[in-house]
């Protein structure tokens, strides 16, 4: 049965027909089902949430879909559904700018600040929001480029314009934007976790607000932030294969973090965690996952 074909950005050329895609992935959640042909880097607005589908009845092709979806004990193990919006907030400065909230609908843990890459509030990131709400903590996903350019939410083939919207920002902007999502959220306790270029930011975070912990996926721009020490416990983790951090900012997180835990994928590569991109990688994605749940529980919680 065919449905759809998805286009990565990164290999043009290269179809994947669903059914053969789900069964590859199948040991982990699928969370979006792609209807037509479509093209990663512009599902901005092209998610369609599958348990919306599973709900619609009970036809064979619902019932073959179902089967193709096992549950896993990763960021997805939590409630059902999150409680899901987008609004404006104010920072201190007087300058509103666009947020993504996800709440959990039952037993909250604590609070979360999810930080993106530099392809800004993508799907990709919505979802991961709605993944943290799932497992018990309100997360709050603020547009950090929004003083730069309203609601960028870029394709994974525009590194070089994304890179000019990080390069844009000013650090004390930033803090002010990061401030007022921790007082958004309104919870005792908060976390922060960034992604890519956000794994810079969430570090920046930890060391100038008053954070919980925090924890850097294949963070970029972590050498620029390095002089400075976090306010709290922070994790680390690296793909062994990143091209874009090598061995030696490694080593430099290190030094500079002597009691922080700092994790390598060996088999993994930059953007691992993000199931949108070619370069997912769902082993290393369900180990790191493990250890930042717990790590969050730690102090979190």
Not at 116 to 144: C, S, W
Not at 258 to 278: K, M
């Amino acid at each position: 049965m065919f449905i759809g074909e998805c286009t990565f950005p990164d290999q043009a050329n290269l179809h994947y027909s669903l059914p053969k895609r789900a069964v590859a992935d199948s040991h982990c959640a699928l969370n979006t089902l792609f209807i037509g042909r479509v093209n990663i880097h512009q599902l901005c607005i092209d998610f369609i949430d599958i348990r919306s589908l599973l709900m619609a009845g009970n036809s064979p092709l619902m019932t073959w879909l179902s089967s193709l979806l096992k549950p896993t004990d990763r960021i997805q193990k939590g409630n059902p559904m999150a409680d899901s919006s987008t609004s404006n907030i104010c920072a201190e400065d007087g300058y509103n700018f666009s947020t993504y909230m996800a709440s959990p609908t039952k037993s909250e843990i604590g609070g979360l600040i999810l930080i993106h890459e530099i392809f800004g509030i993508t799907a990709q990131m919505r979802n991961l929001a709605d993944q943290f709400a799932n497992a018990g903590y309100k997360t709050i996903v603020p547009a950090l480029f929004d003083r730069i350019e309203r609601d960028a939410c870029l394709g994974y083939d525009e590194i070089d314009r994304g890179r000019k919207l990080a390069d844009a920002c000013r650090k004390e902007h930033l803090l002010l934007d990061l401030k007022a999502a921790m007082q958004t959220l309104a919870t005792r306790k908060v976390a922060v976790v960034g992604y890519c270029w956000g794994g810079g930011i969430a570090y920046l975070a930890a060391c100038n607000l008053p954070i919980n912990n925090g924890a850097a996926f294949y963070g970029t721009r972590l050498p620029s932030y390095l002089h400075q020490q976090a306010n709290c416990p922070f994790q680390f983790h690296f793909g062994g294969k990143d091209s874009a951090i090598g061995p030696e900012v490694v080593e430099q997180v290190r030094t500079a973090n002597p009691s922080s835990d700092v994790f390598i994928y060996q088999q993994a590569d930059h953007g691992f965690a993000n199931q949108a991109r070619a370069s997912f990688d769902s082993a290393s994605t369900i180990l790191a996952e493990q250890r930042l749940l717990a790590f969050l529980s730690q102090r979190t919680a």
